[in-house]
């Protein structure tokens, strides 16, 4: 008898024809993409893109027109925030979420609170909450923030919010992870410390990265899609999406360009606008 081979491991997310309306106009139209455990896979396009929309679709606190959304095989189209949390999608924002009346290190105690996995009774254990503790620290040293764990978190700067928030993300030991614009704000310094971070996240963790920080998009995923008006204009390994003529242009600033308009954080930082493509991740900064 021959035994059957073993089956493909489902990828950790599956989207399938994603679309989001808001009234006329379509943010996401019709996405389909699959990553495997351990993905590094950078979602860029021009302002107005749809990658926020897209990473609110798969974090819950958006919800799809039509499409469906798949983690380990398992639909999670219909599944809130929280339980999404709970499964192992964390993600940090645009605009760093921390609760400023909080300290640093109680920012991150709280996150892996929120998004582990449900342990009934969990706080009556001192021995659990002094883990929690403990991993939270290691989170803030990752990060550089461990020195100022006992400060209230909004004595923060805007660079260490950012770094905070990654830690917040981090606290829940996630599968996937959602990114927007990490970079956008930070000190040379800091976006180091950044690319230190993120390479250095255990392989299972699979990463999406929205980001305009072309050098960050170059030095941190294996894989790239482009989108523009909400649909996917390119795809595949981040040395060839980026080496295409329509995207070296949009990051040239050619108003030609298939992807135009990339013209940088929305944030107003201006720290994603880079003049070139593909340099190495320290010699178009600043
Ligand atoms: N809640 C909403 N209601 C109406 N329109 C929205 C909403 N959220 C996003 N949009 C619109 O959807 C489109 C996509 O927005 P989105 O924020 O996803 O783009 P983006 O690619 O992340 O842009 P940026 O790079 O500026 O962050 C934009 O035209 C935006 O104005």
Same mark, same amino acid.
């Given at each position: 008898?021959t035994?059957?081979p073993?089956?493909? /491991?489902?990828?950790? &997310?599956? &989207?399938? =024809?994603?679309?989001?309306?808001y009234?006329?106009?379509?943010?996401?139209?019709?996405?389909? &993409?699959?990553?495997?455990?351990?993905?590094?896979?950078a979602v $860029?396009?021009? *302002? #107005?893109? #749809?990658?926020?929309?897209?990473? *609110?679709?798969i974090?819950?606190?958006?919800r799809?027109?039509?499409? /469906?959304i %798949?983690? @380990?095989?398992?639909?999670i189209?219909?599944?809130?925030?929280?339980?999404?949390?709970?499964l192992?999608?964390a993600?940090s924002?645009?605009?760093?979420?921390?609760?400023t009346? &909080?300290?640093?290190?109680d920012?991150v105690?709280?996150a892996g !609170?929120?998004?582990?996995p449900?342990?009934?009774?969990a !706080?009556?254990?001192?021995?659990?909450?002094?883990?929690r503790?403990?991993?939270?620290?290691?989170?803030l040293?990752a990060?550089g923030?461990?020195?100022?764990?006992?400060?209230?978190?909004g %004595?923060?700067s805007h #660079?260490?919010r950012?770094?905070?928030d990654?830690?917040? /993300?981090?606290? #829940?030991?996630p599968?996937?992870?959602?990114l927007d614009?990490?970079?956008a =704000?930070?000190?040379d310094?800091? $976006? @180091?410390?950044?690319?230190? $971070?993120?390479?250095?996240l255990?392989?299972a963790?699979?990463?999406?990265l929205v980001?305009?920080h072309?050098?960050?998009?170059?030095?941190l995923a294996?894989?790239?899609?482009?989108?523009?008006?909400?649909?996917?204009?390119a795809?595949g390994?981040?040395?060839?999406v980026?080496a295409r003529?329509e995207?070296?242009? /949009?990051y040239?600033?050619?108003?030609?360009?298939?992807v135009?308009?990339?013209? +940088?954080?929305? @944030?107003g930082?201006?720290? +994603?606008?880079v003049?070139?493509?593909?340099?190495?991740?320290?010699?178009?900064?600043?």
């Amino acid at each position: 008898m021959t035994s059957a081979p073993p089956a493909a /491991a489902p990828p950790v &997310l599956a &989207l399938d =024809g994603l679309t989001r309306r808001y009234g006329t106009l379509t943010a996401v139209d019709g996405v389909s &993409l699959r990553l495997v455990p351990g993905a590094r896979h950078a979602v $860029i396009g021009p *302002n #107005g893109a #749809g990658k926020t929309t897209l990473l *609110n679709l798969i974090a819950g606190t958006d919800r799809p027109d039509r499409g /469906a959304i %798949a983690l @380990d095989g398992a639909d999670i189209t219909r599944r809130g925030t929280a339980a999404r949390s709970r499964l192992g999608i964390a993600r940090s924002f645009q605009q760093p979420s921390v609760v400023t009346e &909080l300290s640093v290190l109680d920012n991150v105690v709280l996150a892996g !609170w929120t998004h582990g996995p449900r342990q009934r009774g969990a !706080w009556r254990r001192p021995s659990l909450h002094r883990s929690r503790q403990e991993t939270a620290v290691r989170h803030l040293e990752a990060v550089g923030l461990a020195d100022l764990a006992h400060r209230p978190a909004g %004595a923060l700067s805007h #660079g260490q919010r950012r770094m905070l928030d990654l830690a917040a /993300a981090l606290a #829940g030991d996630p599968r996937l992870l959602l990114l927007d614009e990490p970079a956008a =704000g930070l000190t040379d310094a800091d $976006i @180091d410390r950044l690319l230190g $971070i993120v390479g250095g996240l255990p392989p299972a963790v699979a990463v999406i990265l929205v980001e305009h920080h072309v050098e960050v998009v170059a030095h941190l995923a294996t894989d790239t899609t482009v989108l523009a008006s909400g649909q996917v204009v390119a795809t595949g390994p981040t040395r060839e999406v980026l080496a295409r003529p329509e995207v070296r242009a /949009a990051y040239h600033g050619s108003a030609s360009a298939a992807v135009p308009g990339a013209s +940088g954080p929305s @944030d107003g930082s201006g720290a +994603g606008h880079v003049p070139t493509v593909c340099p190495s991740p320290t010699d178009a900064r600043g």
